[in-house]
């Protein structure tokens, strides 16, 4: 390389000399690495309660919302296609599908909620639904996430009478237009939001359709008396 | 060093990025967020803010380490610097201002994504000393900032009638939901520019020996 400044023209700077060693340069990197790592890893165990507290306020004050105001819940976890009350490992608990089961002050069941997510108009919509899981019937639901259209199919979370709708309706619904609801089974959808609308029905009737029977069955297998069956439950004379 | 910026005052670098080299206005970058969050007040702030810490955070660290990076792999280096900077603001975010930080969604992780960054970096902090970077990189983020926040007051005012998220044109008004869907960011930004260019224009008519 160095031979060339004999013939060339000796005006032009000469190339960079110093050439920079592999290892000085993987050494670089791995620092870097290294050092990034370290502070990522230790900023996410710093924020990770405020992170964790956020997502449990949420999950709160929604059960609270479509149990109206249960005086207590029980958490249930979904583990091989049963609810169990107690999940057997602590640290992955969160990333279970969980139930929460409200009840009264005397301990009585007062229904269950879920949460259930599937696609809206634009991204995921997720929801916290509430109902007696005997009936279908529901109690409340609240949305929980959604992205849909501003001023348009976001009316679903920011229209109150859409959500007031689904109280003591019985599942599976049914969306009708332009006119009141007549039947148990029918939500009016919102103009200008129908498929945002009819997302949040097809969600409640999926959802509904899953953990209905997973409910009943583990109240079934359950030992203890509270019943979501009203024939089974004690009759007082 | 080649291409090095020339020295200039403090206040300069920190001017420069508010005004005549304005991240949005001027050299057009970080349109990518620029459209996308600024529909409401508080999530174009949140957003100029998080892209000014990573700014400043970035920047520093690239100055202090700029004799210690080999020029092979600057580039590895500066977008590892960026993008720790970046998962960080994301986490801090997270865990103080939980809902803004939902608002911002994926558009926070993009920062890193961001050419300002990375333009920042190799062209300014990767010549000049700490103080400059630190200087230069808040003078961007500032300017980021004070582009995002005209636009989105713009964006929500007309879009909802409301200044984070506090009613102001009244109950009579009927919002053009247009603005914060996002046809309205471009028609936002195209009336900004143009303002801006019509500023520019006059200032230089009546100075034309600048």
């Not at chain 1, 060693?21 to 050092?35: F, I, K």
């Not at chain 1, 990522?40 to 149990?67: I, K």
Request: hydrophobic letters at 45%; a positive charge; aromatic letters at 6%.
């Amino acid at each position: 390389m160095t031979g060339h400044h004999h013939h060339g023209a000796p005006a032009l700077p000469a190339e960079p000399a110093r050439q920079v060693p592999a290892w000085r340069l993987l050494l670089t990197l791995a620092v870097a690495g290294g050092a990034s790592g370290a502070l990522v890893v230790t900023v996410y165990r710093l924020t990770l309660p405020a992170v964790q507290r956020f997502a449990g306020q949420q999950v709160e004050s929604a059960v609270r919302e479509v149990l109206k105001s249960p005086a207590r819940w029980d958490t249930l976890y979904l583990i091989g296609g049963k609810l169990v009350a107690i999940a057997p490992d602590a640290s992955d608990k969160r990333e279970l599908p969980q139930a929460y089961v409200g009840r009264n002050a005397a301990g009585a069941p007062i229904g269950a909620a879920i949460t259930a997510k599937e696609p809206g108009f634009q991204e995921e919509l997720s929801l916290m639904i509430g109902f007696d899981p005997a009936s279908g019937t529901l109690t409340g639901i609240k949305v929980l996430e959604e992205k849909e259209t501003p001023g348009l199919g976001d009316k679903i979370e920011t229209d109150s009478g859409f959500g007031a709708q689904f109280r003591e309706r019985v599942a599976p619904l049914h969306g009708i237009k332009g006119r009141s609801p007549a039947a148990s089974d029918e939500v009016q959808t919102i103009t200008g939001a129908t498929i945002s609308s009819r997302a949040v029905i097809r969600i409640i009737n999926n959802a509904l359709a899953r953990w209905r029977p997973l409910l009943l069955a583990y109240d079934k297998q359950a030992a203890r008396p509270p019943s979501w069956c009203p024939a089974r439950r004690p009759r007082r004379r | 060093m080649p291409g090095a910026p020339p020295p200039a005052p403090l206040i300069q670098d920190l001017w420069r990025g508010i005004s005549r080299e304005n991240p949005v206005v001027i050299q057009m970058l970080g349109m990518c967020p620029t459209m996308a969050v600024t529909n409401l007040v508080a999530n174009g702030i949140a957003m100029g803010l998080a892209t000014t810490f990573v700014l400043v955070g970035s920047g520093i660290f690239v100055s202090l380490f700029r004799r210690h990076i080999a020029n092979e792999v600057r580039i590895t280096s500066y977008i590892l610097i960026i993008a720790t900077f970046v998962t960080l603001a994301d986490m801090i975010l997270a865990a103080t201002f939980p809902v803004i930080s939902k608002a911002l969604g994926p558009f926070m992780p993009l920062i890193v994504a961001n050419c300002l960054l990375l333009g920042r970096a190799e062209a300014f902090a990767a010549k000049v000393k700490v103080t400059r970077a630190l200087v230069d990189g808040l003078g961007m983020g500032l300017g980021f900032t004070l582009s995002l926040t005209v636009l989105s007051t713009l964006r929500e005012l007309l879009g909802r009638g409301t200044l984070l998220g506090q009613p102001v044109l009244g109950a009579g008004y009927e919002p053009w939901v247009f603005m914060v869907l996002p046809p309205g960011g471009f028609f936002a930004l195209g009336l900004l520019l143009l303002a801006v260019t019509w500023v520019r224009g006059r200032r230089a008519r009546r100075s034309p020996a600048r």
